[in-house]
């Protein structure tokens, strides 16, 4: 999943060794976002990886419960109205507008929704539409 916070971008997946361990894996583009949640939210996080080659370059694992616990946090101290003016204020204009375009790119779900709809499987992962379910 990712998430887009006021202190940082995160994509967090589950391992096969965050199976067996009870852990997700928390990535991040910039080291100090990862900082930012470790020192904010998520205590837990263990010691931040940097790999030259892999897709995030910064990784950290945590127990999944206490992922779930920082996410509570970042919901209960929400405190603006506006997300791309709190990113302005916490980490500066140009972090707020590349957020902007994520929205802007997002926007088009909203333009043409029957192009971007997916279908809810048994699952319940969605399926593109056309696509097959082998």
Same mark, same amino acid.
């Given at each position: ?36 949640? %470790? ?51 916490? %980490? ?17 779900? %909203? %333009? ?23």
């Amino acid at each position: 999943m990712w998430l887009i916070t006021p202190i940082g971008f995160f994509s967090v997946v589950r391992k096969p060794t965050d199976t067996k361990n009870k852990t997700l894996t928390v990535r991040a583009r910039v080291r100090s976002d990862l900082e930012a949640l %470790q020192a904010q939210y998520l205590p837990e996080l263990g010691p931040i990886q940097e790999s030259a080659v892999n897709d995030y370059r910064f990784r950290a694992v945590a127990p999944q419960a206490a992922v779930a616990a920082a996410m509570a946090r970042l919901a209960e101290t929400l405190d603006y109205s506006n997300f791309k003016d709190a990113v302005k204020q916490r %980490q500066g204009a140009a972090r707020a507008n590349l957020y902007h375009g994520v929205w802007d790119v997002l926007y088009r779900l %909203q %333009q043409e929704p029957s192009v971007y709809m997916s279908t809810p499987t048994k699952r319940g992962r969605a399926r593109s539409p056309g696509a097959s379910s082998s």
